[in-house]
Antibody, heavy 118, light 109 residues
Framework: EVQLVESGGGLVQPGGSLRLSCAAS????????MNWVRQAPGKGLEWLSY????????LYADSVKGRFTISRDNAKNSLYLQLNSLRDEDTAVYYC???????????WGQGTLVTVSS | EIVLTQSPGTLSLSPGERATLSCRAS???????LAWYQQKPGQAPRLLIY???SRATGIPDRFSGSGSGTDFTLTISRLEPEDFAVYYC??????????FGPGTKVDIK
């Protein structure tokens, strides 16, 4: 059974940092491109970042470029997202998602909530 | 940037009826890299359709996708009670790499 389990969310003050983790199982993580997607409360889905199986290329949405950093550890079947310089508008549920061959996101975690507030 | 527009914003239908959801792209979607997702409250999105018309594993055949270029459609042939949800289209390969439409809510009439 495919599982993606995110962790690391929580309450953080504006300007603060968090590191999100995503533990993968049930599929060949080392051969799968991975992504982070977020959803602000009551809003739609926003793609944030992509990382290939070999760590290159790495891509970001303009909204998070220079503030967020995606990484992966294939030996640990884990994906990470370092969130720096957080803003109120970064408040959202953050999902990790595995990518299929047609650019579809076929595996999703349950999400982890990040709340940025003073 | 490829912008996806979904219509209608809300679709009010009864169980057993047919639902037709539209997704229009501001530029041609390369190689039909167009997917559809279903999301229920408090849950992660669930992949329904990829490559514009291929059903994902385990998706009932009442869900079908069609279209190419800039115009795509998700059809639910006969709505079941569990189909009332929000549906998103998503493109891959443009700039940014992924974009999602704003969603269509299918609710019970």
């Amino acid at each position: 059974e495919v599982q993606l389990v995110e962790s690391g969310g929580g309450l953080v003050q504006p300007g603060g940092s968090l590191r999100l983790s995503c533990a993968a199982s049930g599929f060949t993580f080392s051969r799968t491109s991975m992504n982070w997607v977020r959803q602000a409360p009551g809003k739609g889905l926003e793609w944030l970042s992509y990382i290939s199986p070999s760590n290159s290329p790495i891509l970001y949405a303009d909204s998070v470029k220079g503030r967020f950093t995606i990484s992966r550890d294939n030996a640990k079947n884990s994906l990470y997202l370092q969130l720096n310089s957080l803003r109120d508008e970064d408040t959202a549920v953050y999902y990790c998602a595995g990518q299929g061959g047609f650019g579809e996101l076929n595996y999703w975690g349950q999400g982890t909530l990040v709340t940025v507030s003073s | 940037e490829i912008v996806l527009t979904q219509s209608p914003g809300t679709l009010s239908l009864s169980p057993g009826e047919r639902a037709t959801l539209s997704c229009r792209a501001s530029q041609s979607v390369s190689s039909n890299y167009l997917a559809w997702y279903q999301q229920k409250p408090g849950q992660a999105p669930r992949l329904l359709i990829y490559g514009a018309s291929s059903r994902a594993t385990g998706i009932p055949d009442r869900f079908s996708g069609s279209g190419s270029g800039t115009d795509f459609t998700l059809t639910i042939s006969r709505l079941e009670p569990e189909d009332f949800a929000v549906y998103y289209c998503q493109q891959y390969g443009g700039s940014p790499l992924f974009t999602f439409g704003p969603g269509t809510k299918v609710d019970i009439k």
